[in-house]
């Protein structure tokens, strides 16, 4: 998760950096060279954007995979793995095109010379929105069904699924940011729209990182009521932070190879 922040806040830097060069304005406000050098700078964001996406949601999958860890190669075994091998070369492929959207390069940001371009409706920002969607649903799917297989009341299932809600933020900013790349395919307004997209990017993963870094705030799950402590079979949830040995302790051991439902203390 660290790879994952690092590239997230040089994505949101870069981002507010564009700004001062006309990123957000209508290009009918802006003139020929600042509009140019909106969309070259647009042309990074893209790509610090990809790499940053990838990074928080591979961040995601093996926090998934370390909490939820099962010693048996069943389904959410192959689930998170498969998860981590499409992510994985869907990513690579999709930063390839963000790199090389024309050919020559510079024509991305400048229409005057000569050179060929991605059509539209195939490009990089339909793709990457498209991905974003599917690999955000697969990110809130997997816990969901992890928990439900645990042993517990269903409102130790609510509590524990809750640590990954973020991801439901996650796939709205998504679906979003979606429309809005749909919206803007035939539109000559790309450093208006650009920017909107931008700004859904940003709440997409922040959210992400959130679903990702949450189980590791100990102190935030203290002011919550909650404690985390780590154990060799995942994350334990206490309540009230108190020590998991204690017997008026409600622990909650995040493994899908609970066998038992642990009582509520009196």
């Known amino acids: 998760m660290i790879a994952a922040a690092v590239t997230y806040f040089a994505f949101v830097s870069v981002t507010l950096d564009s700004i001062s060069m006309g990123f957000g304005k209508h290009q ?14 647009a042309y990074w964001v893209q790509i610090v954007y990809c790499i940053a996406m990838y990074t928080t949601k591979l961040g995601v999958l093996l926090q998934i995979k370390s909490t939820f860890d099962s010693k048996s190669r069943d389904f959410m075994f192959w689930s998170t793995w498969a998860c981590i091998a499409s992510f994985s070369c869907v990513y690579t492929a999709s930063l390839f095109t963000w790199i090389f959207p024309c050919n020559p390069i510079k024509k991305k940001w400048d229409p005057f010379i000569p050179g060929t371009c991605l059509p539209t409706h195939a490009g990089p920002s339909l793709l990457s929105g498209i991905i974003n969607l599917v690999t955000d649903v697969a990110l809130l799917f997997l816990p969901i069904y992890a928990v439900s297989r645990l042993q517990m009341s269903i409102k130790k299932k609510i509590a524990v699924s809750g640590i990954f809600g973020a991801a439901l933020l996650a796939c709205v900013s998504s679906a979003v940011r979606l429309h809005y790349t749909i919206l803007h395919l ?10 909107i997209v931008a700004v859904c990017a940003i709440i997409e993963i922040s959210a992400l990182l959130l679903c990702g870094a949450f189980p590791t705030f100990p102190h935030f799950a203290k002011w919550l009521g909650y404690g985390f402590k780590w154990q060799s079979t995942g994350y334990t949830v ?3 932070g108190k020590d998991s040995r204690s017997n008026q302790s409600d622990t909650i051991n995040l493994t899908d190879r609970q066998q038992k439902s642990v009582d509520d203390p009196v």
Do not use: F
Request: proline content about 0%; cysteine-free.
């Open 186 to 195: 035939d539109s000559k307004d790309n450093t208006y729209w650009l920017a």
């Open 238 to 240: 206490t309540n009230s």
């Open 28 to 41: 009918w406000n802006v003139t020929v060279g600042e509009a140019m050098r909106a969309l070259r700078r």
